[in-house]
């Protein structure tokens, strides 16, 4: 059987989900080998969470289950003739939002961040949480770049220039 991971990132602010399917790990179709998988595939686990947590070791079934998501991964149960839900750069955004009000979770797992990040974790999450900084010499060349861009733009506008095939708007008399 496959699941469909979810859980709410506090560092983009958006639902994220895993499909079980990108687990080389968890063949055993058992929700409940899904804690130990997860364990078993850091680097994957690192890159969809954003983050280092540390993984609970047991599948809390979702009648005994908190409400809230916290600190949660949610499980539900996917169709199995479904393909493979995409990951990285792949955006589920409005699929995730239906499938999350049409679904109800088989259980959760619970998660902790872990609380002690190596040195270039507490770089890593220096720069996204201020991804633009005044003194970087690349955030100076960005900026220039997006100005020399818009002045552009506005020359184009006041010239009409790239405007041969723009329909022409008629003024009422």
């Known amino acids: 059987?496959?699941?469909l991971l979810t859980f709410h990132c506090e560092a983009t602010g958006q639902w994220r989900c895993l499909d079980t399917a990108l687990l080389a790990a968890f063949r055993s179709g058992r929700a409940e080998d899904l804690p130990a998988a997860l364990r078993d595939e850091p680097d994957l686990v690192m890159?969809?969470?954003?983050?280092?947590?540390?993984?609970?070791?047991?599948?809390?079934?979702?009648?005994?289950?908190?409400?809230g998501q916290d600190g949660?991964?949610?499980?539900y149960a996917l169709d199995p003739d479904r393909s493979v839900i995409g990951f990285e750069n792949a955006y589920n955004g409005a699929w995730l939002e239906m499938f999350l009000l049409e679904n109800?979770?088989?259980g959760h797992i619970g998660m902790c961040k872990v609380s002690a990040p190596s040195v270039a974790m507490?770089?890593?999450e220096?720069?996204?949480?201020?991804?633009l900084w005044t003194?970087?010499?690349a955030c100076h060349q960005t900026v220039s770049r997006i100005i020399e861009h818009q002045e552009m733009l506005d020359k184009r506008?006041?010239?009409?220039?790239?405007?041969?095939?723009?329909?022409v708007e008629k003024l009422k008399t």
């Open 104 to 106: 109800r979770p088989i």
């Open 122 to 124: 507490v770089k890593l």
């Open 157 to 167: 506008r006041k010239t009409g220039a790239g405007r041969e095939n723009a329909p």
């Open 1 to 3: 059987m496959r699941f």
């Open 135 to 137: 003194s970087d010499a």
């Open 47 to 67: 890159r969809w969470l954003l983050g280092r947590y540390e993984i609970a070791k047991a599948l809390i079934p979702a009648t005994t289950g908190p409400a």
């Open 126 to 131: 220096e720069r996204a949480a201020r991804p």
């Open 72 to 75: 949660l991964i949610a499980v």
